[in-house]
């Protein structure tokens, strides 16, 4: 009976069709959040978490008595001696003629690195005449033609100079020749067929194409005349950064040696970070990782 009454009930009314079940629509997956695989937002002042930790570490590593004063002094050492060779001078007259040094050699090798790729990378002769020696000047590095150079230019300012701006113009030249190589060929086509001058071909295509480029081989390039002032300031020398960590090393002055460590470091890591933000300034048409 139960059953009777329950198809009397769901049956369709005589003389009418039946309508059909309403099927429900699966309700929409939810969506899943968008990953991200670029580096994330930058920090302001995040390449400084690094060293900051580092310091820090070594604080905390000379503090506990771990670390030998006369190997290593600590950071409150450190600090003092500094202070010590501001206060009598010595410091600031050693740092002056290191950047004097540091600030020749590079402004002679970047001139002439960029010179080079800029003639190498425009014409196909300065291509074969250039390329070639220069590709095997790389090879041997700037520290090797040492004797060489002391034998021709003797020991004073000029050696050191040449030897720091051999390192900077062989970066510059290796960057900036494999920017301006790398210039897709449709921008010389179309600037071929809008018949622009030479000259409007290197402002309006080259330089914005080896900018790239340049400012790469210009931040190695600073990188390399620091490496070079610290070979060069420790042979014959009688000033500088170098000289000093010398005369140190003789008396066993751990701390004066971290001192001119911590000078060249600073100098390094402010250099660096002033080419950055040039090249950020000077390429901010370009959408990058680097932000």
Known sequence: MTELLTKTRTAAPVGRTAA??????????????????????????????????????????????????????????????????????????????????AGLGLFFGVTAGVVLAVAAGLSRTGEYLLDGPLQIKRAIPSLAMLPLLILWLGIGEQMKVTVIALGVAVNMYINTYASLTGIDSRYVELAEGLDLSRAQFIRKVVVPGSLPGFFVGLRLGVTASWLGLIVVEQINATSGIGYMMFQAQQYAQSDVIIVGLVAYGIFGFASDAAVRAVERKVLSWRRTLAG
Request: proline share 11%; hydrophobic share 45%; aromatic share 6%.
């Open 20 to 101: 059909p079940a309403r099927t429900e629509e699966p309700a929409p997956a939810p969506r899943a959040a968008r990953r991200r695989l670029g580096p994330g937002r930058a920090v302001p002042f995040g390449r400084l978490i690094g060293p900051v930790l580092v310091i820090a570490l070594w604080w905390f590593a000379s503090a506990i008595g771990y670390l030998d004063p006369r190997i290593l002094s600590g950071p409150g050492t450190v600090l003092s001696t500094a202070s010590d060779l501001v206060s009598s001078g010595r410091l600031q007259d050693n740092v002056l003629i290191s950047l004097q040094r």
